[in-house]
């Protein structure tokens, strides 16, 4: 290559990554949820299937991390759609595949038929040790968050 087709070759190069970035930035961008009342709890990766989810429609997750808690064998996925005011529009919970304190994980949760859903709403993962108590500050050991649409 001489050196004007090595320009060309870099520009094209970065004209398609500037064009990709946007793209990507579509997809929601997931948000630690732990402290406050969830002090137990760390982020976790979370993706879904299809991004973004769609009215009427199935979506799988697929949750992975390492985390400082286990996952006990009574352990729970959680997603969960809350609308703009906080009020809940539908909840899916799934057993977890428990896993010691410090072990990488991957999960996929089976799939859910969504509802109709708001053009802006809140979604949010957890990860849950169920006790009798109910007590988010201990049980709910991993979370990630994401607001869709425009707050
Ligand atoms: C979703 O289902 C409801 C109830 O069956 C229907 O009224 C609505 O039009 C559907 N919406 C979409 C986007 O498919
Ligand atoms: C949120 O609350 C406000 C004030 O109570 C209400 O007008 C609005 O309809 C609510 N929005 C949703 C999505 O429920
Ligand atoms: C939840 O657990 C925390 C930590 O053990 C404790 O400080 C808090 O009082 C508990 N909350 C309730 C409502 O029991």
Do not use: W
Not at 31 to 57: H, K, R
Not at 77 to 100: M, R
Not at 117 to 141: G, M
């Amino acid at each position: 290559m001489n050196q004007k087709s090595i320009f060309l070759f870099i520009l094209l190069i970065s004209l398609s990554v500037t064009n990709a970035i946007p793209l990507e930035k579509r997809e929601p961008q997931f948000d630690d949820c732990s402290g406050g009342n969830f002090a137990n709890a760390q982020f976790i990766n979370v993706a879904m299937s299809p991004d973004p989810l769609v009215s009427n429609q199935s979506v799988t997750f697929t949750v992975s991390g390492t985390l400082n808690h286990d996952i006990k064998d009574n352990g729970l996925i959680i997603a969960q759609l809350d609308d703009k005011n906080g009020t809940n529009i539908v909840h899916f919970p799934d057993h977890a595949t428990p896993s010691n304190a410090g072990q990488p994980f991957n999960m996929k949760t089976l799939p859910h038929t969504l509802p109709v859903i708001p053009a802006n709403y809140f979604l949010t993962v957890f990860i849950v040790n169920p006790t009798p108590q109910h007590n988010d500050s201990t049980d709910v050991i991993g979370c990630a968050t994401v607001k869709v649409g425009s707050f």
